[in-house]
């Protein structure tokens, strides 16, 4: 009894030690067929905005990594087949992942990019959700693609309908996915690429962000969608304009609160964007059916080169304010409001509050109408 105690004790011991060398770092093992000499592989990740990169050399066919990191996170091994790398990285021979603090194995008979992994729960959730998504998304291409350079006649439309409706089984697919693996960074990540999209509702996703672990809510990710709701928040309907200033084309500073009294449209682009430059001849046949009664719009660029925006506002004679500090995507005004896709807009009332967002086509019209008449 003593030594079935004893032995009981011994493998508890070894049991917590490894569930303890596990949590504290990962160990990625690979092995790898018929490698030439002086073959390496190479692991690459970000951490902290940080890249980490690091090489070990592949010695008879098997090579490892160890470390550690705060968090998962999407990687990479690659592999140097003897002593040439080539210079294209779609020419090398890669394997893509998430790493996390656990012992992983990578197996493959020749090249790693047609290895199988074990050992990761989060790589294997991250296949089951690729695997029921990705054939979705396949069919959306293959169906686009067919519409090419074909007559908008009833086959045409059947087939925008069958595209729509993949779609929409993508989304439900995404959604379940989500619903059903709260405390999975796979499903937090899913949650911030499928549900948080330009004009996503705070609300709505704050709801659902709160059913997520509190383990996953800390990861970097966590809170940075964290943040992204609590600026959405700020910039929702309903809510008092953020205050601004920018300089105008004439190198002035120009303060958004100086229209104070006036119904303003804030609108984002840039030369650069195409269904920018689409939607605004729509922008400005609603400035010159308003313009005249109480109504402005200040055009905010995510331009870098100042030639081409001011190019932009000539060709497409858009006569109203224009502002930017031709940081491209690190436009400070942009940056205030969280837009990461252009175009966005948002209708602002004589008060200063935003009563309207992301008006497209005629809404705009439609919207100062009801306004003015």
């Known amino acids: 009894m003593k030594n079935s105690c004893f032995l009981a004790a011994a493998m508890m011991t070894l049991i917590s030690c490894k569930d303890k060398s596990q949590a504290e770092g990962f160990i990625i093992k690979g092995t790898l067929n018929d490698l030439p000499e002086a073959s390496m592989a190479l692991l690459s990740y970000t951490e902290n905005e940080v890249e980490v990169v690091d090489s070990v050399p592949v010695k008879n066919g098997a090579f490892s990594f160890e470390g550690k990191v705060d968090a998962p996170a999407q990687a990479y091994i690659s592999i140097r087949h003897g002593d040439i790398f080539p210079e294209a990285s779609w ?6 992942f998430f790493i996390e603090n656990t012992e992983m194995r990578l197996v493959s008979k020749d090249s790693i990019k047609r290895a199988t992994l074990e050992g990761s729960l989060l790589n294997a959730e991250a296949d089951t959700l ?15 693609f067919s519409l090419q350079g074909k007559p908008k006649d009833s086959a045409y439309m059947a087939t925008v309908d069958t595209i729509k409706a993949t779609g929409e089984k993508a989304e439900t697919t995404v959604r379940e996915f989500i619903e059903n693996h709260r405390n999975s960074y796979i499903a937090l990540r899913a949650f911030a690429n ?50 601004f200033t920018q300089e105008n084309l004439s190198g002035e500073a120009f303060t958004l609160s100086s229209l104070r009294g006036k119904y303003v449209l804030v609108d984002f682009w840039a030369s650069w964007c195409v269904p920018c ?18 109504f402005e719009i200040v055009g905010v660029s995510l331009d870098e080169k100042r030639k081409n925006w001011e190019h932009a506002i000539e060709k497409d004679g858009l006569p109203w304010i224009h502002v930017s500090d031709l940081k491209g995507w690190k436009n400070e005004v942009a940056q205030q409001y969280g837009v990461t896709a252009v175009p966005q807009n ?22 100062l109408s009801a306004v003015f008449n």
């Open 277 to 294: 430059r689409m939607e605004n001849p729509h922008v400005l046949k609603a400035y010159e059916q308003f313009g005249n009664q109480n």
């Open 346 to 367: 948002l209708l602002i009332d004589p008060e200063g509050i935003i009563v309207a967002k992301n008006l497209r086509g005629e809404e705009l019209s439609e919207r």
């Open 91 to 96: 020419d090398r021979d890669t394997f893509h």
């Open 194 to 243: 499928y549900e948080m999209g330009y004009d996503f509702d705070p609300a709505v996703a704050e709801r659902e962000y709160d059913q997520f672990g509190e383990t996953i809510k800390n990861t970097p990710l966590g809170k940075k969608v964290s943040a992204k709701i609590a600026l959405a928040k700020k910039t929702a309907i309903g809510q008092k304009v953020i205050d």
């Open 130 to 144: 690729n695997s029921a998504v990705s054939p979705l998304r396949q069919k959306i291409q293959e169906l686009s």
